[in-house]
């Protein structure tokens, strides 16, 4: 890109888009029964990418194709604790699925869950 604002658009476009691949494999396994172990690298790669979320949104970012509202401007702190919380519960997942135990899998997943929908209900349009 041209400038950091649209670099970090395209970085967190392509890291939501992974993310919601990512989640979409853990769900498959837990549907299907596969072996959990094949959970881990995505729950790592959600995990990663969530430490990177606040930094992606630098003031200037609000423009282009985004469906970020402007209040993850205007209301950075909530932002922020939102993402902490994301951060936290998908750090949880990767443990739940290194520990085995498919059900903890399964409550740590709906967990990282809300996380993503706690802030999408008031930080993205659509
Ligand atoms: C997904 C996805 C989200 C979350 C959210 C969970 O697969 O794209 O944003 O799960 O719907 O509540």
Known sequence: ?????????KV????FEATKKSFGAIKKILEEGGDLSGAAASAQSINAFSKQVPALFPAGSDKGETKAKAAVWSNGADFG???QAFEAES????QAVAS?????????FGAVGGTCKACHDTYRSE
């Open 12 to 15: 967190r476009k392509e890291g």
């Open 91 to 94: 750090a949880k997942l990767v």
């Open 100 to 108: 085995g135990d498919k059900a903890a899998v399964q409550k740590q």
């Open 1 to 9: 890109g041209v400038n950091a604002a649209e670099d970090s658009l």
């Open 81 to 83: 604790v939102k993402a």
